[in-house]
């Protein structure tokens, strides 16, 4: 009944054919954000940026699952959390320089992804969403108990180290720089992803999956692919995370996380290839100028919610791209 | 937006600029920011009234005639060790905040004692219960202020086995802090003679303790010790009462829990509930005159532990900067601070240890029973004084590197 | 004694029974969030505030206006009712139609307003509310002592699911409900103002909510957050049960309050954890919940 009821008009606006105008376009959006990249650490704090670049890369990854495979995972804090887990714990007790302690990571990621996925991709709707949220639950559980992960304290004074043993990453600028490339990299292969044949198959699922099992597609195990591909660069952004702020915590794998998330993908603009990173860039600046306010925070958070869902619903790069009446 | 940043950075470097003509004619730049929890389960012990008590500690010193031009800055860390470690970061990297305090939230504490030590700040923590501040992890940059769990479990735990609760059953939150707490208390009612004869864990937050009051009951313990905070621990004394644990003989005990806490019970539900605080709004008249002061701009609410903390270590950290005449060393401002005996109005006389450590007495109180009170907020009856080196852990057993030999 | 897995069976009696009590309240949440769910197809994240406010307007009753307990128990949820109507025809009516990703964001941010409101207000720390006279005090059972209160709560929710049950399947109120829910474009055709009755089921489904708020407060913590914490599990039953299935939601209710009284006496870490296993299993072997008709 209802699971038919669609989202709204920017993924289909996003998924049309494009034209060579469109790329051009896109070009121009990639050269913008490297620009972007380069100069903002010069006026902006770059510990700031790094919260928004983590962040960013997790919502763009969500939006790979959501935007583009219809699925929406209630549970994405599972990958991202445990990546920033094992990252840490690599880094810290076992002495991993900062590369392996985040391939490490985001190895876990793509193993509890296939895990999770394998499970959750046999039911649709409202009850995938349920048995994400239920799986990472687990994980979060997981993480409560087991011994390395310090409980509530998390696992802490994480050392940055030095990159392939070699470039300490101490200093903040040589970290941006890490993690502007790690971001850059993400979005690159996210884009390709969505533009490749494999996207296209993708997104006819999402539009209709039963004509996509008619023409023939192994429709699982295209979902299966997107979902370990998203958790796996979910844990990517988890796990240099962790080598960024220096610490793995249980706030990672919290059900909360897997709602800002969505939170970030839906102001952002669902569906859209850019949208997800401003919408990581406004929610990360509401919670770090906003955190005077104290108690009026959640009120503020709220109040935006209300505001994105009876206004904005394509969010603000989904509303951009209908404006300028391109896909972005 | 982002067109906004450099304006705002030219105003500050204007103001800096300004900051710095004005140190020409004697005037030292302090900046002291309160990271609190003022959203969540803890906001009540800590967030607006931390900011409030450290006004008031401002007031009190009045900067301008020794020197100084100290500003305060707040923020919620949410009780996140992630939220709070970047806030502190972003605070000392770039908005030039020379010392951090209240802190609640012992994860949280733990991630900002870090970031201190690396940006070489003052982090002084009234709110945070880990013993771990002052044991191994302890730095030159921390000062822990209040109370810790091993306080409170040498204070209630001890006294209570002296006073003939020699048997013992946990309700434990299934956390770092419940179950350092249970290890505190059980190494302190094992040492005074006392037996712990079963434990429970709890998920935390968990809202119906019937279940495990319910084996504490069968349990026939003499004394239930409560491992939890703050909500936990509301609805464990509230479900308690209930089950008439207490009128069956058992006693009720409270390792970790703030007057906020009693006063949301009521005397009703936590009378007889003993517990062990450092401080108390109604102790003397120098404590009633400060809560005045505070409950005026808190709506009526009195003081609590960690408010009183932040009062007195502000105060105490603004008479070494006037000393040292600059804020921006911290390792030197904090051996300063050891270096000099503590005195304010709230917690009388003490001392730093070497280990950062702040020592003063403690009390063990009991909550009155309906019929005592003469108020909502009139409370606790004193049952003890516990004399400062007796309730903190002695300076050789915590494993702090800073304590040599 | 006799003992099952070396626990007395007489404590696991009782533990059983504390299950049962908790079930009480899963169950009038979980029939509110499920009626609200089969009209209106909103997965109403609100309910746990809803459920908090209902705590907090019995203690204002008894705070500000000195009516107590009994009287909060017909007031609070007829308040709560009126927001929540306020609340359906001012927001939630825009919503219908669209995908339920944006019911739930919708209702999860008036669940924030909502708490953050009440925790400017009142703090944290939460309010005292006494049990009623009446039900204070217990009964001795032979393996347990089993406080009064907790004994009405289970009856009041038996006959709170009772008669809600008995109004949807045997009165006409009921069959249009039904309908409406199958099908509301023909409802509509056939005379019945559907837009209303959408209201209406609104503002009872979080009455519910209100009514679960006013038999918790007298036991658990009445604060801002009591809503925050419950929610999720309210979610899984709601889900385990079928969603939409009204009788589902109340025997899962009860079912999974039993499921985790037992894991408290054998693996009590595990019991805020144990719902969500049973989640992905039943979804696993019936798509569409143990009470659900499969689409």
Same mark, same amino acid.
């Given at each position: ?6 989202? +709204? ?12 105008? +469109? ?131 998390? $696992? ?5 180290? /030095? ?8 200093? +903040? ?33 999402? /539009? ?29 952004? *988890? ?76 969010? $603000?790069? *989904? ?10 | 937006?982002? #067109? ?17 003509? #004005? ?12 990271? #609190? ?58 908005? @030039? ?132 905070? @703050? ?34 019970? #009521? ?130 057993? @915590? ?7 | ?12 009696? !009782? ?16 029939? &509110?969030?499920?009626? =609200?769910?089969?009209?209106? %197809? ?11 406010? !209902? ?12 009516? !107590?307990?009994?009287?909060?128990? &017909? ?47 009142? &703090? ?58 199958? %099908? ?40 801002? %957050?009591? !809503? ?46 144990? =719902? ?15 009470? &659900?008709?499969?689409?």
């Amino acid at each position: 009944m209802a699971d038919s009821a669609t989202l +709204d008009a920017a993924p289909i606006a996003a998924a049309r054919p494009e034209s060579r105008d +469109d790329r051009a376009l896109h070009r121009k959006v990639f050269i913008g954000i490297a620009v972007l990249l380069v100069l903002a650490p010069l006026v902006l704090y770059p510990v700031y940026l790094m919260k928004v670049l983590c962040f960013g890369l997790f919502a763009l990854a969500f939006n790979l699952l959501l935007g583009y495979g219809g699925l929406l995972s209630f549970g994405h804090a599972a990958y991202f959390g445990m990546a920033s887990y094992i990252s840490a714990y690599g880094a810290k007790t076992l002495g991993f320089t900062p590369e392996v302690a985040i391939l490490a990571g985001t190895v876990t990621a793509a193993i509890l992804g296939l895990i999770f996925g394998a499970l959750a991709i046999r039911r649709q709707g409202i009850y995938f969403s349920m048995i994400t949220l239920a799986l990472a639950q687990m994980a979060f559980f997981f993480s409560l108990q087991a011994k390395f992960t310090g409980g509530e304290d998390g $696992i802490q004074a994480v050392p940055r180290g /030095d990159l392939f043993g070699v470039i300490s990453l101490a200093d +903040d600028r040589v970290m941006y720089a890490l993690v502007a490339v790690v971001f850059f990299g993400g979005l690159l292969l996210i884009y390709r992803i969505i533009h490749s044949p494999f996207g296209q198959v993708l997104k006819a699922i999402r /539009d209709n999956e039963n004509r996509a099992v008619s023409l023939g597609y192994r429709v699982n195990q295209y979902k299966l692919a997107v979902f370990v591909l998203s958790a796996t660069l979910a844990g990517l952004a *988890g796990a240099t995370k962790a080598i960024v702020f220096q610490l793995a915590s249980l706030t990672d794998v919290h059900w909360s996380m897997s709602g800002e998330v969505v939170l970030m993908t839906l102001v952002g603009g669902m569906g859209t290839v850019f949208g997800p990173i401003v919408g990581a860039l406004v929610i990360v600046t509401m919670e770090t100028y906003l955190a005077q306010f104290g108690a009026w925070v959640t009120i503020i958070q709220g109040c935006v919610f209300v505001l994105c869902v009876l206004l904005f619903r394509e969010g $603000i790069v *989904g509303l951009v791209a209908r404006l300028i009446r391109k896909p972005l | 937006m982002i #067109g906004r940043f450099p304006l705002a950075k030219l105003a500050g470097a204007l103001l800096v600029s300004a900051a710095m003509i #004005g140190g020409a004619a004697a005037q030292t730049a302090v900046k002291i920011g309160v990271l #609190g929890d003022r959203s969540g389960a803890y906001s009540d012990i800590s967030g607006e009234g931390s900011v409030v008590a450290a006004r008031l500690a401002l007031e009190d010193f009045k900067p301008a005639d020794k020197g100084l031009k100290v500003e305060l800055i707040s923020a919620d860390h949410q009780n996140k060790p992630d939220v709070g470690a970047a806030l502190a970061r972003q605070w000392f990297d770039r908005d @030039g905040v020379d010392m951090i305090t209240d802190v609640v939230t012992s994860s949280v504490a733990l991630a900002v004692n870090q970031v201190a030590k690396e940006k070489n700040k003052v982090f002084v923590d009234t709110g945070a219960g880990t013993a771990d501040l002052t044991g191994p992890q302890c730095t030159p940059n921390t000062i822990h202020w209040v109370y810790d769990t091993v306080a409170l479990a040498n204070g209630t735990g001890g006294a209570m086995v002296k006073r003939g609760g020699n048997t013992w059953y946990f309700i434990t939150a299934d956390y770092a802090f419940g179950q350092a707490l249970q290890r505190d208390t059980t190494n302190v009612i094992n040492k005074s003679g006392g037996k712990v004869i079963g434990a429970v864990k709890t998920p935390f937050p968990n809202s119906d303790f019937s279940s495990s009051l319910l084996q504490a009951q069968s349990s026939g313990a003499k004394v239930i010790g409560l491992a939890n905070a @703050g909500t936990d621990t509301i609805n464990a004394v509230k479900q308690a009462g209930e089950f008439g644990i207490t009128e069956g003989g058992q006693a009720l005990a409270g390792l970790l829990i703030f007057v906020s806490d009693v006063h949301s019970l #009521g005397t009703k539900v936590a009378q007889g509930l003993v517990l062990t605080e450092p401080f108390y709004w109604d102790l003397n008249d120098a404590t009633r005159a400060f809560s005045d002061r505070f409950s005026k701009q808190m709506n009526g609410k009195k003081p609590t532990a960690n408010h009183a903390g932040v009062y007195s270590a502000v105060l105490h950290y603004l008479k070494a900067v006037a000393e040292k005449k600059s804020a921006t060393d911290g390792a030197a401002i904090v051996a300063q601070m050891k270096a000099m005996p503590t005195d304010d109005p709230l917690f009388g006389k003490g001392t730093v240890r070497i280990d950062g450590r702040k020592m003063h007495d403690m009390y063990l109180f009991e909550v009155k029973k309906p019929a005592e009170s003469t108020g909502p907020w009139d409370l606790y009856k004193k049952l003890e004084t516990i004399p400062a080196n007796e309730v903190f852990r002695a300076l050789n057993e @915590g494993g702090c590197p800073l304590v040599k030999g | 004694m006799t003992t099952i897995f070396g626990v007395p069976t007489q404590a696991l009696f !009782g533990q059983l029974l504390l299950g049962l009590i908790n079930g009480s309240f899963y169950a009038i949440l979980s029939l &509110g969030l499920a009626i =609200i769910f089969g009209l209106l %197809n909103i997965i109403n994240f609100a309910h746990g505030a809803l459920y908090m406010m !209902g705590a907090f307007v019995a203690w204002m009753l008894l705070t500000y206006v000195g009516l !107590g307990y009994w009287w909060a128990l &017909g007031l609070a949820p007829l308040v709560v009712g009126v927001f929540g109507v306020v609340l359906e025809r001012v927001l939630i009516a825009r919503l219908y139609k669209l995908d339920h990703l944006y019911g739930l964001l919708l209702t999860f941010g008036i669940a924030l307003i909502i708490q953050g409101l009440f925790r400017n207000q009142y &703090g944290v720390s939460g309010l005292p509310y006494a049990i009623p006279a009446e039900l204070s005090g217990g009964q001795r059972l032979p393996f347990m002592f089993l406080p009064n209160y907790r004994g009405w709560v289970v009856v009041a929710s038996l006959t709170v699911c009772l008669a809600t049950w008995l109004v949807i399947e045997k009165t006409k109120l009921g069959a249009y409900l039904r309908a409406a829910t199958e %099908n509301p474009t023909l409802v509509q055709a056939f005379g019945v103002n559907v837009p209303l009755f959408l209201t209406l089921t609104y503002g009872f489904g979080v009455a519910l909510a209100g009514f679960a708020g006013v038999l918790a407060a007298p036991i658990y913590s009445v604060n801002p %957050n009591m !809503g925050a914490d419950i929610i999720i599990v309210v979610f899984a039953v709601v889900v385990i049960g079928g969603m939409g299935s009204i009788i589902g939601s109340v025997i899962t209710g009860f079912a999974l309050g039993l499921v985790e009284g037992l894991t408290k006496v054998f693996y009590p870490e595990a019991s805020a954890t144990v =719902i969500f296993v049973i989640m992905v299993l039943v979804l696993l072997v019936k798509p569409a919940g143990l009470f &659900g008709r499969t689409a």
